[in-house]
């Protein structure tokens, strides 16, 4: 293992806090590995999952309209590849508000598995049935036990978050129907890497993932990757279908992403050299820009608090000082403060009557959503300040 990338230390990315909680932040490392073997880009340094994922969790899937729209159109094709009857189960690992099981209820039985207490009752309340709890091989028993083989099972954005790959891969083993599917959508190193996606490192998601290490993940438990597909999420993201083994073909894109990855130098050591000092880069001038501007006298503040908004934060050092607040639709993290920059989050209402002379985009994956909806601020004077893949002024 070779480290690629030091960003310092971090606390918890979406444990926003009051006030009275701040003596009690804590920080880990924040390092990012290669490994030589199977070149899997991971972190090392792992948080235990009860401190990130906890029944004050503050990420809701559902807070995202383009998110929304995405796990709908992601049902859709799921439905259509696989003639799903009432019968039928789908679970999905990680459900969060049961943003992509709601589109399945009216098609057939879902099960929602989902550690966050909050979040659950959330999805419950949509009428998504969700277990609160970590999903093992001794749940996915008890699961097959209760409902039956699950059809389909999915991971979004979990999948990279598992220390214990082992545990969740037998596990699906247990509860997949033997011509089930399991697909899981995760952020893509080769678009981490291409578009300086740094700041989507943080202590949830454990590792970095291309098509090889799946591939050699699956085959290790007696599955295999089927087929692959790009998807535009989070600033790029693969979206894999693995199986039981089986006799049928595998799909050309698998082959085919394998050899971008190949061409790409994404299996190779060399291909990271520049990560730290490129990171470094995008920093220093998001720092001196933002710094100036406060010279100047102009207002700075910043759009979304996503979990990557505050690895960015914490990496430029910034604090109410240079942004005076952030707007967030997630009415859990409005009232609290950003982790480590302690950062007022505030409801997006304030910018009906508020015009800040700059706005730092951390959402930057909605780019063209939020330029679109914020026309009548932009009228108004405001700039945007696109942090990622370079520091931009809009
Ligand atoms: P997201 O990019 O989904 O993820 P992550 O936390 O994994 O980095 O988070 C987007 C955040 O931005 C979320 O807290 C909701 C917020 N948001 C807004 O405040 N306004 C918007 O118009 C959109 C699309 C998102």
Request: charged residues 25%; proline residues 4%; glycine residues 6%.
């Amino acid at each position: 293992m070779t480290r690629i990338l030091t960003l310092g230390e971090h606390p918890p990315v979406d444990n926003f806090l009051p006030e009275t909680e701040l003596v009690n932040e804590k920080r880990f490392p924040l390092n990012v590995y290669f490994c030589h073997g199977c070149s899997l880009v991971k972190l090392l340094d792992v948080v235990d999952e009860k401190v990130l994922f906890h029944g004050d969790y503050a990420y809701f899937s559902s807070a995202s309209k383009p998110l929304v729209q995405h796990f709908n159109g992601y049902a859709d094709d799921l439905k259509q590849r696989y003639a799903l009857t009432p019968d039928d189960l789908v679970v999905d690992i990680g459900s969060n508000d049961g943003i992509l099981l709601q589109f399945f209820t009216d098609t057939c039985r879902v099960l929602g598995i989902e550690p966050s207490a909050n979040v659950a009752a959330v999805a419950r309340d949509k009428g998504v049935e969700t277990i609160v709890g970590f999903f093992t091989r001794a749940l996915a028993t008890e699961v097959s036990a209760a409902h039956g083989k699950a059809k389909i099972i999915t991971a979004n954005n979990v999948f990279a978050h598992i220390d214990d790959l082992e545990e969740i891969v037998e596990g699906v083993k247990v509860l997949l129907d033997d011509d089930g599917v399991f697909v899981t959508e995760s952020h893509y190193l080769l678009d981490l890497i291409e578009h300086m996606e740094f700041d989507t490192v943080y202590h949830e998601h454990l590792c970095y993932y291309s098509v090889k290490p799946l591939c050699h993940l699956f085959e290790r438990f007696g599955m295999e990757v089927a087929a692959v597909e790009r998807v535009n999420t989070h600033g790029g993201s693969i979206r894999v279908f693995a199986r039981k083994k089986s006799d049928t073909p595998i799909h050309d894109s698998v082959s085919e992403l394998l050899a971008l990855e190949e061409r790409s130098g994404l299996h190779s050591l060399a291909r990271f050299q520049d990560f730290q000092t490129d990171a470094e880069a995008i920093r220093d001038t998001l720092v001196t820009l933002v710094r100036d501007l406060r010279k100047e006298g102009k207002t700075v503040t910043a759009y979304g608090a996503p979990a990557k908004g505050n690895t960015l934060l914490n990496f430029c050092g910034f604090t109410k000082d240079d942004i005076t607040y952030v707007t967030d639709t997630t009415p859990h993290k409005i009232g609290l403060l950003t982790p480590g920059s302690h950062i007022p989050v505030v409801s997006p209402e304030i910018l009906e009557t508020d015009t800040p002379d700059y706005i730092l985009l951390l959402a930057w994956n909605y780019r063209d959503f939020i330029l679109e909806k914020e026309q009548s601020l932009r009228a108004r004077g405001t700039k945007f300040i696109i942090p990622i893949p370079n520091v931009e002024i809009v």
